[in-house]
DNA sequence: GCCGGAACAA
DNA sequence: TTGTTCCGGC
């Protein structure tokens, strides 16, 4: 079973996204450097509020209050100057890595590839051909 | 708003 | 390598 076959077992139509797969595989003792997708699942899992929620496709995503949305995570990465051009700006890197694709013509809102994450956070699972 | 190049930090 | 900062362009 590949990685892609490994989501399709543990994904059901279920409205969250699942605690294990945006839980690092690894704890780097200490210094464990938060990556944005990572911060965003916790919030959406969280249902945190007002900030980001679920769209209505599987994987989509709103930024219903993007400058608030851009305060959480400059304050938890210590970046005091945090503005949503500059996260959006860092979501927009995502496209080639394939971790997120825009959905275009609704505002902010993108679409999470779900299966590259599973890949980007368990690198042990076997790959598949064209993820 | 959204895009993506460029320089830079960690 | 993952963002952060800045910015011209559409």
């Not at 809102?109 to 890949?119: A, D, G, I, P, Q």
């Amino acid at each position: 079973m590949c990685a892609a076959g490994v989501e399709l077992f543990f994904f059901p139509s279920a409205v969250l996204f699942p605690d294990w797969a945006y839980k690092p595989a690894w704890s780097p003792p200490g210094s464990r450097q938060v990556h944005l997708w990572h911060f965003l699942l916790e919030l959406l899992g969280r249902g945190e509020g007002g900030a980001i929620t679920w769209g209505s496709e599987w994987g989509e995503f709103v930024i219903r209050d993007p400058e608030r949305l851009a305060k959480l995570w400059g304050e938890r990465k210590g970046k005091p100057h945090m503005n949503y051009d500059k996260l959006s700006r860092a979501l927009r890197y995502y496209y080639n890595k394939r971790i997120l694709h825009k959905t275009k013509g609704k505002r902010f809102t993108y679409k999470f590839n779900f299966s590259k994450l599973v890949l980007v956070n368990y690198p042990s699972l076997p790959t598949c051909p064209q993820v």
